[in-house]
């Protein structure tokens, strides 16, 4: 007997693979939904990041991430991973353009976006710009485990920047 799906149910059906650890049956029930409805979006999320987090396919997972965000820009799960993505690819620009478009959709943790702000600069050794970054999380944090790692992201800049002060020679006469 066959038993047909909404798209909902299959997709609720592949969340709850992935919850399991079956991701290879999750890989096949988001593929089939992407090619019955190329515009379910949380699909293309999915995919994202199992591309990412377990594939290592890093194009792939950039092009569900932007799909989802053009599909619907307002779904706020899509814009950490996505961003965490382009700011390990050390795609600053990108990276800009997501943080701007996620800060302005309700139900974005600001604090999280913020925070992969600054350690993009980090990585770039921006140290003033990203102190501002984790400075802005730190004012939009909400959570107590999330307030202790910008503390220490902020401390860590502090360090990075005394350091690079120790360092600096000048010419005098």
Same mark, same amino acid.
């Given at each position: 007997m066959n038993t047909y799906y909404t798209i909902e149910e299959k997709y609720l059906q592949a969340t709850d693979k992935l919850d399991y650890g079956k991701t290879p049956k999750a890989l096949q029930l988001l593929n089939e939904i992407i090619s019955n409805e190329p515009l379910f979006a949380k699909a293309h999320y999915q995919l994202?990041?199992?591309?990412? !987090?377990?594939?290592?396919? !890093?194009?792939? +997972?950039?092009?569900?991430?932007?799909?989802?965000? #053009?599909? /619907?820009?307002?779904?706020?799960?899509? !814009?950490?991973?996505?961003?965490?993505?382009?700011?390990?690819? %050390?795609?600053?620009?990108?990276?800009? /353009?997501? +943080? %701007?478009?996620?800060?302005?959709?309700?139900?974005? &943790? +600001? +604090?999280?976006?913020?925070? *992969? *702000?600054?350690?993009? &600069? #980090?990585?770039?050794?921006?140290?003033? #710009?990203?102190?501002?970054? $984790?400075?802005?999380?730190?004012?939009?944090?909400?959570?107590?485990?999330? *307030? /202790?790692?910008?503390? /220490?992201?902020?401390?860590?800049?502090?360090?990075?920047?005394?350091?690079?002060?120790?360092?600096? $020679?000048?010419?005098? #006469?």
């Amino acid at each position: 007997m066959n038993t047909y799906y909404t798209i909902e149910e299959k997709y609720l059906q592949a969340t709850d693979k992935l919850d399991y650890g079956k991701t290879p049956k999750a890989l096949q029930l988001l593929n089939e939904i992407i090619s019955n409805e190329p515009l379910f979006a949380k699909a293309h999320y999915q995919l994202g990041k199992i591309y990412y !987090y377990e594939l290592e396919d !890093y194009q792939t +997972a950039g092009y569900h991430f932007k799909t989802c965000m #053009e599909l /619907e820009p307002a779904f706020p799960g899509n !814009y950490f991973h996505y961003l965490n993505l382009a700011v390990f690819l %050390n795609m600053e620009k990108r990276a800009a /353009e997501i +943080a %701007n478009k996620a800060l302005k959709v309700p139900g974005v &943790a +600001a +604090a999280d976006i913020y925070s *992969l *702000l600054g350690l993009l &600069a #980090e990585k770039n050794k921006k140290w003033d #710009e990203a102190l501002k970054a $984790y400075n802005n999380a730190f004012e939009t944090v909400t959570t107590k485990s999330t *307030l /202790e790692k910008v503390k /220490e992201a902020i401390s860590r800049i502090q360090q990075k920047m005394v350091h690079r002060q120790a360092y600096q $020679y000048t010419l005098t #006469e």
